[in-house]
């Protein structure tokens, strides 16, 4: 996106990293399509910012400078107010623009008078346009806004459908195993630019270096696959014949697909769980039945998934900009097996879990709407897994919520684990 301010190298800086003394690069530049200044923060200006943000949501993205001269582009610092600059033009927007348009901001402080200073607003463009502005919806002509109609409008609506069109199609998205097993996926789509510039080779480098240093934080070992368009990171050799593990696919936006394995029990495991089963309640399994390992499973899961936690804390990214949505592959009629007493007891009354659905893609949920400020991707797949596969999250049944709290809680003996969950 657009920068109007540039470091010593003549490099586009971002919002964070703009000092007091950068605005002094604004004296030279005009007002205009991605670019414009307001000299004080009156009324009448408050009136107008949902309107420009809006408008700059419409079209490619801008920055609105609060603090700047409009005729000479001096620096007119604006008092600091007891409120927050932030949450004061946040509101504004949830207020006065529909859907919330995406932005961020600064109060950048006057270094010789920290009780003023000037507030620099970067507007994104954005992925779901059109955004309405007090029913009005706004676009940019030239340096100012104005209303859009027509073949203006058509291409709004037209942008917000070829997005949603790309998220569904990153959903389909499947990374290779020797053999089917049953797989947890999570997909987390960047929603940036729709313009967004293919990443240098050593931006590349860098990402492949952090997610490096996740896997060894995470005591994982870390094999590195070039796909044609992504780089997937195993924590095991994708060799026929080896315990499959999970796989974290990274593209050059940044979005990544988790694919996990269900850890499934074989041979006198197997027999026993089944057998532990069969003596609680009226059940015959067949032959070809495959037994998931609940507390395996669950561990396998959230630890892979906090690698994406950390790889994002490693990048200063948010997941704010993504939209997350999850699937089962090859889960149909795999059992749930725990043994946790409280398990044998539910199975007992109840009968054992298992997974009913396969290939089942869940609604795509987008976080920066507000009611995902603490996502975290360990919790999210978590808890999504166990949901997905026929615990019952959210039951108004008290056994049934003291069964989820046991299994999302299942601590295997230590020592028990390895052989399943490493390399």
Not at 29 to 51: C, I, N, Q, W
Not at 178 to 205: A, C, I, K, T, W
Not at 298 to 310: E, G, H, K, N, Y
Not at 390 to 412: I, K
């Amino acid at each position: 996106m657009f920068s109007p301010f540039r470091d010593d190298r003549g490099n586009p800086k971002g919002l964070s990293e703009v000092t007091y003394d950068d605005l002094s690069q604004l004296v030279d530049m005009d007002e205009g399509y991605v670019l414009e200044f307001k000299r004080s923060f009156t009324a009448g200006v408050r009136a107008k910012v949902p309107k420009i943000i809006a408008s700059f949501a419409n079209s490619g993205g801008g920055w609105l400078v609060i603090g700047i001269a409009d005729d000479d582009h001096a620096v007119c610092p604006v008092p600091r107010l007891s409120a927050d600059y932030s949450q004061m033009i946040g509101e504004l927007c949830r207020r006065h623009v529909s859907p919330a348009p995406p932005f961020d901001m600064r109060f950048i402080t006057d270094p010789a008078d920290d009780g003023q200073g000037v507030v620099v607003i970067r507007v994104e463009e954005g992925r779901f346009p059109p955004y309405v502005a007090d029913g009005v919806v706004e676009i940019r002509e030239g340096s100012t806004s104005g209303p859009a109609t027509g073949a203006a409008l058509v291409e709004l609506y037209g942008k917000a459908t070829r997005r949603r069109e790309q998220i569904s199609e990153f959903c389909r998205r499947t990374v290779y195993y020797q053999r089917p097993v049953p797989l947890f996926d999570l997909y987390l789509y960047r929603l940036g630019s729709m313009h967004d510039e293919v990443p240098s080779r050593e931006e590349v480098n860098a990402r492949a270096d952090a997610m490096r240093a996740c896997f060894e934080a995470q005591g994982l070992t870390c094999y590195v696959q070039h796909a044609h368009d992504s780089l997937i990171f195993r924590a095991s050799i994708a060799f026929d014949g080896m315990v499959p593990h999970s796989a974290i696919e990274l593209f050059p936006d940044e979005s990544i697909k988790l694919s996990v394995p269900a850890v499934l029990l074989a041979g006198g495991e197997r027999l026993r769980a089944l057998g532990s089963l069969g003596d609680v309640c009226s059940f015959t399994p067949d032959d070809g039945m495959r037994v998931m390992s609940a507390p395996d499973t669950l561990r396998r899961v959230t630890r892979v998934a906090s690698l994406l936690d950390r790889y994002i804390r490693e990048r200063q990214g948010a997941w704010q900009q993504y939209a997350a949505a999850y699937e089962l592959e090859n889960m149909e009629g795999v059992l749930l097996w725990s043994d946790d007493p409280l398990y044998l007891s539910y199975a007992r009354d109840r009968g054992p879990l298992f997974c009913g659905t396969t290939d089942c893609r869940s609604r795509v949920r987008y976080l920066d709407d507000g009611e995902h400020d603490s996502f975290r991707a360990r919790q999210f797949a978590g808890s999504h897994f166990f949901e997905a596969c026929g615990l019952p999250l959210g039951s108004p049944d008290e056994l049934d919520n003291r069964l989820v709290d046991a299994l999302l809680r299942t601590e295997r003996p230590r020592g028990k684990e390895s052989g399943r969950l490493a390399s």
